[in-house]
């Protein structure tokens, strides 16, 4: 393997990072601001993309940026593991953007500003951890990519987010001291923390308690992220979250770091052979067995559809682990395989969980009756049986709707709020059982189907015109 010294891992995370200004900057123009995350994203995964031959031929773009201590370098490195990861995030970066752009809009989100930095700021931190080239410089990135999503996670503003946040900053800065101190225990046994294909040879002589406990630490505060049972519970209830952030969370970041830290520690820290030697792979084949069998049954019961989502993903994330645990040259490959085909697999599911959320305002599986008629007509269910009721069936309803629409938009919203108040008590009363029933001397007399096909107008009584005359009053 031969390295190349180069700019290009360093410029792959520094794209990211200057984009934040050029949002923030554009907070007033949103098309320009907007503009600014895609291009932001199209060039890092152009930058990426550009190492991959030399990846592939086996030799390695780094980026050597000084020293931390003795015998630790600040630097990164684009080695094939780390292209895996990079690769992934930045070409994620570019979908999951042009979805935000029409999420945040049609939903008419707040602080979008403040969505799109706080997002790039998690690439170029995701991207950090892709090209660590040791544990301290892969330990500082984590930490980054914990503080530049909190801001997503919390991003609703409510009570029940900013607990979700306090809880996931409480679980994976506990994860993030963990890994420090495997870290910390890493060094002092070898002296050295530099990744190393095969594993390091120090940890292979050194004294077995220490490198079990290290072993323990790291694959712990990693699993912590990897959202391994009983450390998970923080990642369901992150989905208070907007669906691209749940994405991000669960396809191209922060999920994705833990597992990454994990595969980095198998295989570049310690080596297949010595976790086997210290016999610490079957712990962690069972922790993640029991976690992708538990997880799977919990989603199973799970009515809201981004939580079934959510420990579905603890689960296949399970997957990851027991194939990196289980040691075997097959295994490990199927394990990294995975990383990919679970990235695009929950990412297009939570794509899916943002439409249905943005155009029927249905997010519990149990009513989700229907959902391809009423995803089709785009409008929520309560409104279609209003206008359904109220307006003639078929052909003559169309029509009346078109003439609707192009009628001037104070008129329009009159003859809604008239028609709502004639028909709604009528169209909702099974569903609204603390509605008193009305008197029969307090009931408007029947109208027949003349009086209904006469026309807005006439049903109403001429009480939209009365109401215009009084709005220009």
Not at 60 to 65: D, F, I, N, P, S
Not at 184 to 193: D, F, I, P, S
Not at 207 to 216: I, M, Y
Not at 406 to 433: F, I
Request: aromatic letters at 8%.
């Amino acid at each position: 393997m031969t390295e190349i010294d180069s700019l290009r891992p360093l410029a792959a995370v520094l794209a990211p990072t200057l984009a934040i200004g050029g949002i923030v900057a554009s907070a007033n123009r949103p098309n320009v601001r907007e503009g600014w995350t895609g291009a932001a994203a199209v060039l890092t995964f152009g930058i990426v993309a550009s190492m991959a031959p030399a990846a592939l031929a086996g030799d390695t773009h780094v980026t050597a940026l000084g020293r931390f201590v003795p015998g630790v370098e600040f630097a990164l490195r684009a080695d094939p593991l780390g292209m895996l990861f990079a690769a992934l995030a930045s070409f994620l970066w570019i979908i999951t953007s042009a979805y935000s752009v029409g999420y945040m809009r049609g939903l008419d989100e707040h602080s979008q500003t403040r969505y799109f930095a706080s997002f790039a700021a998690s690439i170029a931190a995701a991207l950090g951890v892709a090209f660590a080239a040791n544990l301290l410089v892969l330990f500082v990135f984590y930490e980054l990519l914990t503080v530049a999503t909190y801001p997503l996670v919390t991003h609703d503003e409510t009570r029940e987010a900013r607990a979700a946040g306090r809880k996931y900053l409480a679980y994976t800065f506990t994860g993030g001291v963990a890994v420090l101190a495997g870290t910390v225990l890493v060094y002092w046994a070898t002296g050295t923390v530099a990744f190393t294909p095969g594993g390091i040879e120090g940890l292979a002589s050194a004294d077995p308690t220490v490198g079990r406990a290290a072993f323990a630490l790291l694959a712990g505060g990693f699993g912590v992220k990897a959202a391994l049972m009983p450390v998970h519970s923080w990642l369901p209830d992150a989905m208070v979250a907007p669906t691209p952030v749940s994405g991000l969370l669960h396809a191209v970041a922060v999920v994705k770091s833990g597992v990454f830290g994990i595969a980095r520690v198998v295989l570049d820290v310690y080596g297949p052979a010595t976790v086997g030697d210290l016999g610490m792979g079957l712990p962690l084949a069972a922790v993640a067995a029991f976690t992708l069998l538990t997880a799977s049954v919990i989603a199973l019961r799970q009515d809201n559809l981004k939580r079934r989502l959510a420990f579905s993903t603890v689960s296949q994330l399970s997957y990851i682990v027991l194939g990196l645990a289980v040691l075997t040259p097959s295994a490990l490959i199927g394990g990294l395989l995975h990383i990919p085909a679970h990235a695009f697999m929950k990412l297009t599911l939570f794509f899916c969980a943002g439409i249905i959320h943005v155009e029927t305002h249905t997010d519990d599986i149990s009513q989700m009756a229907g959902i391809g008629r009423r995803m089709r007509d785009g409008r929520h269910p309560a409104d279609r049986r209003v206008r359904q009721q109220v307006l003639p069936a078929g052909g003559e309803r169309r029509r009346r709707e078109r003439r609707l629409r192009r009628r001037p938009a104070r008129l329009r919203r009159a003859q809604h709020r008239v028609l709502l108040a004639d028909r709604l008590p009528g169209v909702l009363r099974d569903g609204d059982a603390r509605r008193p029933r009305p008197q029969a001397a307090d009931r408007e007399p029947h109208r027949g189907p003349e009086v209904r096909r006469t026309g807005l107008r006439d049903q109403s009584g001429g009480r939209a015109d009365q109401y215009r005359r009084r709005r220009r009053r």
